[in-house]
């Protein structure tokens, strides 16, 4: 059994987005991503915390907007249309969940396009679909990342995507099939995950339920990308794979903490340093 191991792979293309960003500085470019988080989620706190000091650490300039949960929509999409319009921003990253009180669907679509670098705008969605350049999200875009990095080919291989989130499962579809894999995802309402994971040769899961996959649902030698992000209550973080036994079987794993978490971060980075760099050519999608 092989580690995906998502940290070290996630420092090694900080060392490398650092020189582009570098680069990009002698050419008076910095790139600059605005980061809004509403309310005070722990989770999303961390998450959003996790970010900035990526940023900082890859030299790249950051606001931080840290909202009240009080917030009312009009005044957020306010804020996002002077963010829209700054030229000095190339990415607006909106943490999400957002209060029940505000439209998630009318905050997103009010983010351009070009500055869109979690790629949750419908024109992303759609352009990611068709196969044409466009800012992929981060977790799948860092599950696709780790899986090359490891030179795990997957064409022609059988994938199923446990979790058909917005965020992940859907998006992830999306680049799989693109990169020509055989697709299936499973949802809630799916009778039987373990009639696909069995005959699959790579599993990705992300719904937040730990230990839903255990050993007799995988094949000997299967690649297993565990994208849950779990806290039990002794404190451990876990994923959705029962690790201690499905590492037995599989050929490749993710662990986690240290897998695809990291990779999610430095993904989210790399989309605005493109960001930065469509600025400067003047590029657009
Ligand atoms: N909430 C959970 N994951 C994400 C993410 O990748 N981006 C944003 N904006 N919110 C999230």
């Known amino acids: 059994m092989t580690l995906l191991d998502g940290k070290s792979l996630a420092m090694n293309v900080e060392q490398k987005i650092i020189a582009q960003t570098d680069y990009l500085k002698t050419q008076g470019i910095i790139p600059k991503l605005a980061v809004i988080l509403v309310g005070e989620d722990p989770a999303s706190c961390t998450y959003v915390n996790m970010k900035i ?20 929509q009009t005044e957020l999409l306010d804020i996002i249309a002077k963010l829209n319009k700054d030229k000095d921003i190339d990415g607006i990253l909106v943490q999400l969940p957002l209060p029940e009180h505000i439209d998630t669907k009318v905050i997103l679509e009010a983010i351009d396009p070009q500055k869109d670098v979690d790629g949750f705008h419908p024109f992303n969605v759609g352009k990611l679909f068709a196969g044409l350049e466009a800012f992929a999200p981060a977790t799948p875009m860092g599950v696709m990342s780790l899986l090359q990095h490891y030179n795990i080919d997957v064409r022609g291989k059988n994938v199923v995507i446990i979790g058909a989130s ?16 055989t697709v299936s995802i499973c949802h809630a309402l799916s009778r039987d995950i373990g009639f696909f994971s069995r005959t699959s040769d790579i599993i990705c899961v992300g719904v937040g339920k730990p230990g839903l996959i255990q050993a007799d649902m995988v094949k000997e030698g299967s690649i297993v990308i565990d994208i849950g992000i779990n806290r039990l209550k002794d404190g451990r973080l876990v994923g959705d794979v ?17 897998g695809v978490g990291p990779m999610t971060i430095v993904s989210l980075l790399q989309n605005t340093l493109f960001a930065a760099k469509m600025r400067k050519i003047k590029k657009t999608f």
């Open 53 to 72: 000091k990526a940023c900082e650490r890859c030299k790249i300039d950051y606001i931080d907007k840290k909202l009240s949960q009080n917030i009312t």
């Open 166 to 181: 917005n965020i992940v499962g859907k998006p992830l579809f999306s680049l799989m099939l693109n990169a020509g894999a």
């Open 242 to 258: 029962d690790f201690e036994n499905v590492s037995k079987k599989s050929g490749f794993i993710t662990p986690v903490p240290g």
